[in-house]
């Protein structure tokens, strides 16, 4: 099948993943006990001015209605509007993406620059300590409460060390430098400040970490199996056979190779982050898309949950379709074989 | 529904225990998951028995207190022994654990065997909405369901087990495309044996073992998830004794009384590690295609 064909199929289902989404957000929407319109008015408002709002929002129409209503108002951006303040979902995301979106890069680079090198020593020493260490330091990490990992951190680091802040993005009596990308840590260097870099980078340093670590331990199980199987083929016991060094035929032969499946993993790593992303920044006030979701659940929001939802959904779906472009344009013989 | 059929195996899970629990005894790491996994589930149904306090039991004069011989775990803002909430805390746990599981399980194995035998059309429709369902980060989706059921223990089960169901559908649903290639299924549909009596006594038996593994990974991840969801206040709500919920409130003493949230947490960890380690053990062991590598 031609790389084309792939695109389009995976595109069409990029639509039916949409259609699904929103369906499914749809229900739950009209599941939710009480009237819409009538939370949006406040307790004090008039039976006029609620009925207006239910005319407004075509709630009295026909549910099917409603639904092509809210799929066509998402086609064209329009992610449905918060309840307090009332502001465009869209727009309030695009404020906080970024803050997540730079979490999560720094925290697959914590994750990757640690799990790798973890992965290809417990696969040069199979079965060994470092193996076994390997395992329960990957185990141990996916069955890690992230939440409690990052008060833990907070205590230590801050509380008992004072070494690094406790949360947010960046010191609160400094001035934070205009917006170019959204990334703090390029903004400050953009607009030349390193006294902000260094205090965004120094507040980076622990929800990094946290969010991190529950992925290390994937990343070098990950990177263990792919170059277990390539130290395996044929063409490394050539290389053997030649007398070339164990150190060379890992690294500069075996390793490359294995790196190629693992781009798959970390695809995924980073989908995963910028959701599991939710969690972490509650423990750190960190100003992105989790915490905005887990305010606007408390404030019984469900306009701004639902809209995060299909913005994540979406996002989610698009890496990986990225991912999978990448990982075919990368590997001629994916390409062959699907 | 063919006598012969009925009479000719000896029927019960095609597992075999025995070997499984001698590939236990030789494995470390599953040795450890199993023992901590019986450990924590004796102490906490026998809550009771191991309890030193009423876990409700509020004294104010020893709010706060720290770790003692009194008060193993120290105590919370009104004073609740928290050793022995956190003991009857694990029991909402760990039953959530087991109702998601069951029920997803249950509800996913049915379906995906039931889509896998039946093939055709039905079946791409079942899997089609599985997939739109898969593709979507099960974090989020848990998050919007838990949210629109309301903030409870039973609403953030119920999240959990829905979100949950596509898995073992896709996984059962593979496992039975397999199976029903076997000769004693073909055998079995030359007699015209029902689609019911496929289904029951030669497709379920045989698919089990893989989903028995997802089972135990997912007790792990459940019990993570739910935690996780209390943590944010969409689980258990207060005065119920439970490891997310108490790890929550512990958070606004985190700088002074780390014992508040450190220890619940830590058998939210301690719990998890086990089943993971001990279904990632019977990866191991189910499969051992994936243990020769």
Redesign the interface.
Known sequence: MSFLNVVRRRLI?LV??L???TL??FT??H???GDPARMIAGDRATPEIVAKIRDDLGLDRPLYEQYARYVTGIVQGDFGTSIRPRRPVLEDLRIFFPATLELALVALLVATSLGVPLGVASAVWKNKLID?FV??IA??G????????G??V??LF??QLGLLPSGGRIDPSMDVPATITGFLLVDSLLAGRFDAFASAFKHLILPAFTLGFVHLGVVARQVR?AL??ELQQDYVRTARANGISSFRIVFTEALPNAMIPSITVLGLAL??LL??A??TE??FAWPGMGAY??NS??ALD?PA??G??VV??LA??LI?LAVDLIYMAVDPRIREVS | MSDAAQTSKPRGLNINWRYIWYQISRS??MMIGSSIIAIVLILVIFAPLFATHDPNAISLRERLAPPSWDHFFGTDEVGRDLYSRILYGGQQSIAVGFFVVVLAGGIGTLLGAFSGLVGGRLDTAIM??M???L???S???V???A????PSLQNAALAIAIVRIPFYVRLARGQTLLVREMAYVTAAETFHAKKRHILRWHILPNIMSPILVQTTLDL??TI?LA??LS????GAQQPTAEW?AM??T??NY??DQ?WY??FP??A??IT??A???FG?GLRDILDPKQKA?
């Open positions: 289902f039916l993943v259609l699904g989404v499914i957000t739950i929407s599941l939710i006990p076994q395992r329960v185990v141990t996916i069955s890690t409460p992230a939440f409690w990992l008060l833990l907070i205590l801050y509380g199996a277990l199987d989908g995963d959701y599991g939710v969690l509650t423990v979701v887990v659940i408390q469900f949950v639902m995060f939802t994540v959904s989610y779906v990986n | 470390p790491l089609r909405l997939d739109v369902v593709s979507v980060p974090l989020v989706l998050l919007a369901l949210a629109a059921l309301g792990g991840n993570l935690s996780a943590f944010i206040g969409l997310g790890v929550a512990g958070r985190i700088l780390w949230s450190a947490g830590f939210i960890l998890a590690t089943f993971n380690l990632d590598r």
